[in-house]
């Protein structure tokens, strides 16, 4: 719960400030590596098979340890598990740099994910439980979630300066001094946690059984298109990651203890929100690999003019989640709220595809490109609005934001594969310029409808009341004001 230390303007403002900076370099390294992958595949001796990997290896590491990583958080400490995944990030990235084969830098990658598993549900703690349910706490998330979805655009834009600056390695080494300031930074800016010893158990034998479980579901999700879904890889992978998580519900249920408390599921607007989170992120996720694909192969441009590219969605998408989004929340209620903005991403997505040719521009996908992004400013931030106000209890807020990061990560796994298998389907194994174009649009109309569908699941959230107006808090003032500020800073960046 937040404290009377915690609600000065200052202190408030510089706690928001670092868990959305926080997000913002976890969810930056999901992309960053996107427009570097044709130098690393040269320098280091992918195949065009496995340089896939380089960016599946830090999502199933991500995915399948999140539920370990929220219940360390519950469990330890939201403090102490942030500065160590940070020190983690850190250090892989680092490894990451310095790799001179492939094998390293697939490790290397895996461990950041090992990281991101531990800073996703923290940061997602620290939010809920430091600013007050309402208005404020709207305002929070927003903020989170403007840096999320922001970090995903911003890593295609700094992933090509970086690349066609510097070399590939240093979409890695970037992370290095940004984890280790916020890990320094943390120590000195949020509470302290309450001291360890508490005579709970960790339900080990659940975190072992969910944490193998997750890994291979995410596992046969990122691995079906290349090896097939009928290899062991694919099927095999998720029927037996499948098999795992029933028997972890099994072990869930007679713990008395449990890793993931079994009546987190009858929490209705947790398993909506969830369901829509899978649908959203496995939909309008898969945009960025599509439009991606588009300027480098079709348009033909180089690392720093595709990374730029991003630069008008992440703009976008920041100041709607960071100027509006909390103000709609207060006047639509988050329920609709999610869903006009999964139907603004669904409309942007749209005018993309109708914009992609194989003799196009830029300038023909930049208006679906910006309504995208803003659609994604309302949507994404709003999802998680709606898993902080899902009724999890403080101690349990932990392991609610991971299974939801969870959901995430599976979605966009699948996601991804899904839209690479449409596309490649479409365009045949040796496309033409045309060909290409037609199996991106295909999976992109695809992914539209999909993101039109999330929009609809949304809609069984609750209707919350709307909010009695009051008194700015000093809570409230100190999010608007490092709203503002890292609205200022991201626009100096561009």
Not at 220 to 238: C, N, T
Not at 260 to 283: E, H, N, T, Y
Not at 336 to 349: D, R
Not at 478 to 488: K, N, P, Q, R, W
Request: charge should be positive; glycine fraction near 14%; include cysteine.
């Amino acid at each position: 719960m937040a404290t009377s230390e915690t609600r000065s303007p200052r202190r408030a403002g510089y706690i928001l400030a670092l868990l959305a900076f926080t997000q913002f370099i976890v969810t930056i390294d999901y992309n960053i590596v996107y427009v570097a992958l044709p130098d690393i595949g040269r320098e280091l001796g992918f195949s065009a098979q496995s340089l896939q990997w380089v960016v599946s290896a830090y999502a199933v590491a991500l995915g399948g340890l999140l539920l370990f990583g929220g219940r360390a958080v519950d469990r330890i400490g939201p403090r102490r598990m942030l500065v160590t995944g940070l020190v983690i990030y850190a250090l892989s990235s680092l490894a990451g740099g310095l790799a001179q084969n492939a094998v390293l830098l697939v490790a290397a990658r895996a461990a950041q994910g090992v990281g991101g598993a531990l800073l996703t549900p923290a940061t997602l703690m620290l939010v809920f439980t430091t600013f007050a349910a309402g208005p404020e706490r709207n305002r929070a998330t927003s903020v989170w979630g403007a840096m999320g979805s922001a970090g995903l655009a911003a890593g295609s834009l700094l992933g090509g300066v970086l690349t066609s600056a510097f070399g590939w390695s240093w979409v890695f080494f970037v992370n290095v001094p940004l984890a280790l300031g916020t890990a320094f930074a943390a120590t000195r800016v949020l509470p302290a946690d309450r001291p360890l010893g508490n005579g709970r158990s960790f339900d080990a034998l659940g975190a072992v059984v969910a944490t193998i479980g997750s890994t291979l579901l995410v596992f046969g999700l990122v691995s079906g298109p290349d090896k097939g879904w009928g290899s062991i890889e694919g099927a095999g992978a998720l029927a037996v990651g499948a098999v795992l998580l029933a028997v972890f519900v099994l072990i869930e249920n007679s713990s008395s203890d449990p890793l993931v408390p079994l009546k987190l599921f009858r929490l209705r607007g947790l398993i909506v929100a969830m369901l829509a989170l899978i649908v959203f992120q496995a939909s309008s996720g898969g945009t960025y690999y599509l439009l991606t694909t588009y300027l480098q192969n079709v348009l033909n441009y180089g690392p720093l003019t595709a990374g730029l590219a991003f630069l008008p969605p992440t703009v976008a998408c920041m100041l709607v989640a960071m100027k509006l989004n909390a103000r709609v929340l207060g006047w639509l209620g988050v329920r609709t709220t999610l869903f006009w903005g999964s139907v603004g991403t669904a409309v942007g997505l749209a005018a993309i595809i109708a914009g992609m040719s194989a003799h196009g521009s830029y300038w023909a996908v930049l208006p679906g490109v910006v309504i995208w992004g803003a659609g994604g400013g309302f949507a994404f931030p709003s999802l998680f609005v709606a898993i902080a106000s899902s009724g999890a209890e403080p101690a349990q807020q932990g392991v609610a934001s991971a299974l939801a990061s969870t959901c995430r990560q599976i979605g966009g796994a699948l996601g991804l594969a899904a839209l690479v298998a449409v596309a490649n389907s479409r365009a045949g194994s040796a496309p033409d310029t045309t060909a290409l174009v037609g199996g991106l649009q295909t999976a992109g109309w695809v992914a539209a409808v999909g993101t039109l569908g999330g929009a609809f699941i949304g809609l069984a959230l609750k209707k919350q009341p709307k909010p009695t107006p009051a008194p700015a808090t000093t809570a409230t003032t100190a999010t608007e004001e490092v709203a503002t500020d890292l609205t200022e800073a991201a626009s100096h960046a561009g």
